[in-house]
């Protein structure tokens, strides 16, 4: 079946580390995104890919690093830099303006 | 630039009573608009759209919602709550040269027995 899938489910990070989460999409779907969600705030746009190679910064990037290398895959880095990185996060995929986003099932990160 | 604003941050309902959920939208061109589902720890599941054909739109599991231009509104409703309904959701608006998404903060619904 075709869908997104992020992983890990959860990941812990000592604070002063990098971390990466992985985003891998089977939908053929071009444009790509990374959402934080806090609660009560919803979510926030950290990153945003069009097509291969190419990407933009969101309403947050400040902290974050991303690379588009394949279509397929979206990889999100949060480095020693983000200041509150514990939150969770979700990666999307989209076809085309009128079809919305298919979204995965979440990484939650937790800095110890 | 667009925005959207979803009235209640928490809304409680009785089973089999109507859920009514409130976004309003603010957009520059002609919006696509998007009502999507959280359910704990889990990624956001698509409700229902609009793109601009029928102003009433049905989606899943028995919602609907309607879009109303000169109200900038698209709230989401369903006649009968049930258990299951209980989550967290989102209504989003689309528009512009890239159809970003920007989404609303969310309406936490709780349906009590």
């Known amino acids: 079946d075709g869908g997104i899938t992020q992983s890990p489910k959860y990941l812990f990070r000592k604070e002063g580390q990098n971390v990466t989460l992985s985003c891998e999409q089977n939908l053929n779907h071009d444009a790509m995104y990374w959402y934080r969600q806090d609660p009560g705030q919803g979510l926030r746009l950290i990153y945003y890919s069009q097509i291969v190679n190419d990407f933009q910064k969101g309403d947050i990037a400040e902290g974050y690093s991303v690379s588009r290398e394949k279509k397929e895959s979206f990889p999100l880095t949060v480095t020693s830099a983000q200041k509150n990185p514990t939150a969770f996060y979700l990666c999307?995929?989209?076809?085309?303006?009128?079809?919305?986003?298919?979204f995965g099932s979440g990484t939650r990160l937790t800095v110890v | 630039a667009q925005s959207v604003t979803q009235l209640g941050s928490h809304v409680s309902v009785s089973e089999g009573a109507l859920v009514l959920l409130r976004c309003n939208y603010s957009?520059?061109?002609?919006?696509?608009l998007f009502w999507y589902v959280q359910y704990p720890n889990q990624g956001l599941q698509l409700l229902l759209k609009?793109?601009?054909?029928?102003?009433l739109v049905k989606g899943i599991n028995g919602f609907e919602a309607e879009f109303k231009k000169s109200e900038t509104s698209f709230h989401l409703t369903k006649p009968s709550a049930h258990m299951s309904d209980a989550a967290e959701y989102f209504c989003?608006?689309?528009?512009?040269?890239?159809?970003?998404?920007?989404f609303g903060k969310g309406t936490l619904l709780t349906v009590n027995p």
């Open positions: 999307a995929s989209r076809f085309s303006a009128n079809y919305g986003y298919t």
């Open positions: 609009y793109t601009s054909a029928a102003t």
């Open positions: 989003a608006v689309s528009g512009g040269s890239n159809y970003k998404l920007t």
């Open positions: 957009s520059s061109v002609p919006p696509y």
